[in-house]
């Protein structure tokens, strides 16, 4: 076991198990983990910011056990940022808040892979900063099922004057996110009109979508989960990696683009992987800044 | 007196073989308030609601489960957690010796005394030797259906048992990284002058739970009818970087 | 928010704005309580037994019991009132020398971190005190209960222990043994023993082994069995808003046209 002690932007840090393999039939260490962070910090610590982190570690990789948490690690340095929750209105519980690239790194060192963060930040847990739509595919369909039903999700909302923005959740799935950025908007006010958007969907589209989520009614078909809008949910947070055979990342997508790969129709070309993630990303900037900055209001309530 | 003996044990090591009684050491004494509802003053009862339905469920229809990912659970039958629980041994069991002024204060938790059961031979040796050292016993042991860590020390002409945090219970203070803030030699001398001046000795008795009596007397105000004034909590004014020098030198000839 | 509370920790003439924050984690399994009919998780709340509703925190006041259903009210804010002074502050008002401290006097850690604009004197304290070997002895209320605590310097930050207040030690004199013989030459026998066992403290070397237990068989469980699933709340039936479903209608009927 290899211990490496770091400083990273003046804190000091101990990696350890750095060549330790967490994606075997890939080939990808903890060493390239850490890289991987590293270089899509500057477009993923936005969305991290002053969110209830739950982190999925596989300390074994992919293939063996994980275990998620949802409260701060005990062990954690003094400089990592964290926040008293009370889920319950009576357990109280100190959750890691990654706000800087150190937090970021000390996490990754503790192989939490994937990252999923509330829709609300923790000093208004009852307000969502945006709205989203998790599409995800029943056995017998696919991601470009999901295009498809994002294609015209994005073109509904347009209709209302909503603008929104899409990412692939790094598996089967895409999310697309309606951003609101008010301290009036309450999660009661994202569940009932994502709701009502779902319900139409699966009325115009029933062969397509549904908005159910009991299996039996999945099978062919995208279930929009609009029961996700709910302060005691997290996502996918995006460009985080997903803990799948190969490292694949949450990625945003242009809506142009996401029109050409869903007529191309190989659904692996909407699987991005770590090392394309981080050039795209510098090339193109962060396509998801516009959910955590733009105000929008949400009509018709 | 001591509070009531609540366990029985041997403390062991080499060949000592000690029994002992285990009391409790501390008293809380505390105001208890009840939790009322503003509308009609009734006392309120702690229920566990189902998210689900928004209704209470009995305790029959209560199940423990263990979250393994969001919205999943293992559930554990109360029976399978029982057999995790370690039988009572009795023994305490010393495993090494410390220096007692290693022990740092975070991990102490619970102080119990240890009164010598029969027979008595070897107590008073014992509180001797580990005074005389200057040494705390580090003791495994189990007990109520739990594993414990704690310290054997000395009290007095006793001996006490406080147990111990466990390493990952305390959260690290090593890899602190909080600015580091020049100070000029004139702000150390002064800031150390100030504290030797106001420094006296631990003299505990002087200090009463104020508030305790203060909460009292509100309490029989309001019995009797009278008016409450409200008063708002005094914030004090942060001292600004640079007027900490004026402030230490201020503090120093207010206590010469 | 940054911690369990928020204040000013002074000595004399300096004030210090700081955090307050957990020092220790109970390293125990924590379960959720669950319904057994389709585990959904169960909510601790206040219920009126006598209306049979459960009771929102704002309908909430506390009540000091003088009588059979006779008490006396207390907002939180007449509870802040009583000491106004000591709500937001910590005021030390001597330094001590900790290793006067019987430890029996210790009750809970915390730790102090500075917050916004108070890290110069934050810095100064943490150093005079590590300087002095002192700790500052203070007393301040958190929630309902004021505590004497003790403010030390450690590894460059401030800890904060509450202590016991002197009459809620018990007294040993009754438990102490009476007047025996000298055991000098057991006394030799058992420093023997003691210093073949010496060693340095780290508690690092002892884990907590019920924990491990339940772990393992929570492992296992996981392995034999897939985890269970709480039912999603599905919602009232019914399309939402009237306003909103027909806009979304109208938006629908334009999406079609287009495609």
Same mark, same amino acid.
Not at chain 1, 211 to 222: I, L
Not at chain 3, 33 to 60: A, G, N
Not at chain 3, 197 to 202: L, V
């Given at each position: 076991? @290899? ?16 060549? +330790?393999?967490?994606?075997? @039939? ?22 991290? +910011? ?55 790194? *000390? ?147 242009? *809506? ?46 | ?38 509308? =009609? ?35 554990? =039958? ?25 022990? =740092? ?26 005074? $005389?050292? $200057? ?49 000029? $030699? ?71 | ?28 399994? %924590?379960?959720? #309580? ?45 509870? /802040? ?16 020398? #900790? ?6 006097? !210790?009750?809970?850690? !915390?730790?102090?971190?500075? %917050? ?5 004197? !934050? ?23 004021? !505590? ?5 310097? %450690? /590894? ?31 006394? %030799? ?23 491990? /237990? ?19 709340? /599905? ?25």
């Amino acid at each position: 076991m @290899s211990r490496k002690a770091v400083e990273i932007a003046g804190r000091r840090l101990s990696l350890s198990n750095l060549e +330790k393999d967490l994606y075997p @039939s890939y080939g990808f260490t903890k060493a390239h983990i850490l890289e991987y962070y590293l270089g899509i910090a500057k477009f993923i610590l936005p969305h991290l +910011k002053d969110r209830a982190l739950t982190l999925k570690r596989y300390p074994e990789g992919v293939e063996k056990d994980f275990f998620f948490e949802k409260r701060c690690p005990s062990h954690h340095p003094e400089w990592v940022n964290t926040a008293e929750v009370s889920p319950d209105e009576g357990e109280r519980m100190t959750v890691c808040l990654v706000n800087d690239l150190a937090t970021l790194m *000390w996490v990754e060192n503790l192989a939490s892979l994937e990252l999923h963060v509330p829709l609300a930040r923790v000093d208004s847990p009852e307000t969502p900063d945006s709205m989203v739509f998790d599409l995800d595919p029943g056995d017998r369909a696919n991601i470009l099922s999901c295009a498809r039903v994002a294609l015209m999700l994005r073109d509904l909302l347009s209709g209302l004057r909503l603008t929104s923005y899409v990412k692939t959740s790094g598996k089967k799935g895409l999310h697309v996110y309606v951003p609101l950025n008010r301290k009036e908007t309450t999660f009661e006010n994202t569940k009932t009109f994502s709701k009502a958007v779902a319900e139409i969907m699966q009325k115009n589209y029933p062969n397509l979508v549904t908005a159910k989520m009991a299996k039996e009614y999945r099978k062919a078909k995208v279930f929009i989960n609009w029961a996700q809008n709910d302060s005691s949910k997290t996502m996918i947070c995006v460009y985080s990696l997903r803990a799948r055979e190969k490292p694949v990342v949450s990625f945003p997508l242009a *809506w142009k683009e996401l029109e050409n790969l869903s007529k191309q129709g190989d659904p692996e070309k909407l699987q991005i992987k770590h090392s394309e993630a981080v050039g795209r990303a510098e090339k193109q900037g962060d396509l998801f800044r516009e959910v955590i900055v733009k105000k929008q209001k949400l009509p018709y309530l | 007196m001591a509070g009531k003996a609540i366990w029985k044990g041997y403390i062991n090591f080499g060949d000592v073989n000690l029994p002992v009684k285990l009391h409790t050491a501390i008293k809380e004494d505390r105001i208890q308030f009840h939790l009322l509802h503003k509308r =009609d003053h009734l006392k309120l009862r702690q229920q566990m609601i189902c998210a689900f339905e928004k209704k209470p469920v009995p305790t029959e229809a209560q199940v423990k489960g263990f979250e393994v990912e969001e919205g999943k659970y293992i559930i554990v =039958d109360p029976d399978e957690i029982e057999q995790t629980a370690p039988e009572d041994s009795r023994m305490i069991e010393v495993r090494e010796f410390v220096k007692t002024e290693q022990i =740092d204060p975070l991990f102490l938790e619970r102080v119990y005394y240890l009164e010598p059961d029969v027979p008595l031979k070897g107590y008073d040796a014992l509180v001797g030797a580990l005074k $005389e050292m $200057e040494v705390a016993g580090i003791c495994t042991w189990a007990m109520r259906k739990r594993y414990y860590l704690g310290a054997l020390q000395t009290g007095g002409k006793i001996l006490r048992l406080t147990t111990l945090r466990y390493a990952d219970e305390v959260i690290s203070l090593k890899s602190l990284e909080l600015p580091d803030i020049p100070l000029s $030699e004139k702000e150390l001398k002064i800031g150390s002058d100030l504290i030797n001046r106001l420094t006296a000795p631990f003299q505990p008795q002087k200090f009463e739970n104020e508030h305790q009596k203060k909460l009292q007397s509100l309490i029989e105000k309001k019995a009797r009818g009278e008016k409450i004034a409200v008063l708002r909590p005094r914030r004090l004014k942060p001292t600004a970087p640079d007027k900490l020098l004026q402030a230490l030198e201020a503090s120093l000839k207010k206590v010469a | 928010m940054q911690g369990i509370w928020s204040g000013t920790i002074s000595f004399s003439l300096v004030a210090i704005p700081v955090d307050l924050v957990k020092a220790v984690d109970s390293g125990r399994v %924590s379960f959720r #309580m669950l319904h057994s009919k389709d585990y959904s998780p169960l909510q601790r709340r206040m219920f009126c037994p006598e209306e049979e509703t459960m009771v929102p925190p704002d309908e909430i006041i506390r009540g000091y019991e003088i009588g059979p259903d006779k008490y006396i009210l207390i907002s939180d804010e007449e509870l /802040e009132s009583v000491s106004p002074e000591r709500s937001r502050t910590i005021e030390i008002v001597e330094f001590i020398d #900790m290793d006067e401290v019987d430890p029996i006097y !210790y009750d809970h850690p !915390y730790y102090l971190i500075p %917050s916004k604009g108070g890290e110069k004197a !934050y810095r100064l304290l943490v150093e005079v005190m590590r300087r002095t070997h002192k700790a500052g002895l203070a007393k301040f209320v958190l929630g309902e209960r004021e !505590y004497l605590v003790a403010v030390y310097s %450690s /590894e460059g930050a401030l800890a904060l222990i509450t202590l016991h207040y002197r009459e809620e030690i018990l007294p040993d004199e009754d438990i102490s043994p009476k007047k025996g013989k000298i055991e000098d030459e057991e006394k %030799s026998r058992i420093k023997q023993n003691i210093r073949k066992m010496m060693a340095d403290f780290d508690p690092g070397k002892y884990a907590d082994k019920r924990r491990k /237990e339940i772990m393992d068989l929570l492992k296992k469980k996981a392995k034999e069995k897939a985890p269970v699933e709480a039912p999603e709340m /599905e919602g009232e039936e019914g399309e939402g808003p009237a306003d909103l479903v027909a806009a979304l209608k109208e938006s629908m009927r334009k999406v079609k046209k287009n495609r």
